[in-house]
């Protein structure tokens, strides 16, 4: 790196070098030879009180030459030295670049270019680089607030099952109902944790992008969700309402699907008795929309986006249960983001959310 930034500094000091040598040449040329000629059409008799000749008292035209030749000279040293100086004051701001950057890649993701005044060229790129940096910290962040929350939900169920285990066989009366009910209760410590793997496979999924493009209708989709659901919601007592009029898309049919689950998932664990889930499909000009309003908890307007941000919880779910993973909703924001789409979530005065999520209308630019 160092060789390639040095012959950067040694090529632009060559170019400004000769630029400067070309100058001093030009000069010399446009001064030599008007007085070569003046002195060519002098008589040698009788001498021109402006022009110069070989027996005045001023300068030879062959001393001009030889002097102007020495100067020439002499100022290729001078170009290059010049040359030198300009290339490194252009070239400072790169090096502060250069020498943060390294820094800022040993771990030091708090520092910054701040190169300042004057704004050119390079200054727009350090203040470039400097957002690219802020957002590389937040996202390093964000995947070390992720790690150290999936591995504390991951190590929960696992400790879990460890104590039922141990107290089961340190138990020397246990018998056989007592060992069936704690391998049932494992069974259901492992179910889940299995189902939070999935979740963490499905918000992994999401954010890894869309690889296929189909065109479907978010009304179908939303029908085979919704059947799926309805014993789930009636047993949490919760009404279940839906509006649907077509609305064509293009996506990938299980993320949409995914996207579609866990917000009406959502809505049904983060609800009360005899509370509503109501979902709608519409088109409106070029998108598409679908809307996922329920009953529950007043929400505070600030703590709204925080609940897109994986697990992260408002609250216990009612009955002072904690069955979600606080996933659900990072997940359809992670499936939105993917399908370029818009979310958009309001929290209700009396209560619950309101989440939309828009498409663009009809199929993929690039699918007949």
């Known amino acids: 790196m160092t060789s390639r930034k040095r012959s950067l500094q040694t090529r632009l000091a060559l170019a400004y070098a000769a630029g400067i040598y070309a100058a001093g040449v030009l000069v010399v040329v446009l001064l030599a030879v008007p007085l070569a000629g003046v002195q060519a059409t002098t008589p040698e008799g009788h001498p ?6 070989g027996t005045g008292t001023g300068i030879s035209l062959p001393q001009l030459l030889t002097g102007s030749a020495a100067a020439l000279v002499v100022l290729i040293p001078v170009a290059l030295a010049l040359g030198w100086f300009v290339a490194g004051r252009f070239l400072r701001p790169l090096r502060a670049i250069t020498a943060t950057a390294r820094i800022i890649s040993a771990g030091d993701l708090h520092r910054r270019l701040d190169l300042g ?3 050119d060229e390079l200054t727009e790129l350090g203040h ?3 957002d690219l940096f802020t957002r590389l910290e937040a996202a390093f962040d964000a995947q070390r607030h992720f790690v150290a929350n999936a591995s504390h939900e991951l190590r929960t169920p696992l400790a879990g099952l460890r104590t039922l285990l141990e107290v089961a066989l340190a138990d020397p009366d246990a018998d056989a109902d007592t060992l069936r009910a704690a391998c049932q209760e494992a069974l259901a410590l492992g179910g889940h944790q299995e189902r939070l793997v999935q979740a963490l496979l499905a918000l992994a999924i999401s954010e890894r992008g869309v690889t296929r493009w189909d065109t479907l209708d978010l009304a179908h989709v939303v ?3 919704l059947a799926s659901r309805r014993d789930q919601a009636a047993e949490a007592g919760i009404d279940l309402a839906e509006h649907l009029t077509p609305a064509v898309t293009a996506g990938d049919p299980r993320l949409i699907e995914s996207l579609v689950a866990n917000l009406i998932d959502n809505a049904i664990r983060h609800n009360h008795a005899d509370g509503h889930v109501k979902v709608a499909t519409q088109t409106s000009g070029t998108l598409v929309a679908l809307t996922v309003t329920n009953s529950g908890p007043v929400i505070p307007d600030d703590q709204i986006q ?6 992260q919880r408002l609250a216990p779910d009612r009955h002072g249960r904690r069955d979600g993973y606080g996933l659900g909703l990072a997940i359809a924001d992670a499936v939105t983001q ?4 818009t979310l958009t979530a309001a929290a209700r005065p009396e209560g619950g959310l309101s989440i ?5 209308h009809g199929p993929h630019p690039d699918r007949p």
Do not use: K, N, W, Y
């Open 338 to 341: 993917a399908h370029h789409a």
């Open 356 to 360: 939309t999520v828009r498409f663009a």
């Open 128 to 130: 470039t680089l400097d």
């Open 117 to 119: 005044e004057p704004t």
């Open 223 to 225: 029908e085979g969700v």
């Open 48 to 53: 021109s009180s402006g022009a110069i000749t």
């Open 306 to 311: 925080r609940l897109f941000q994986p697990f």
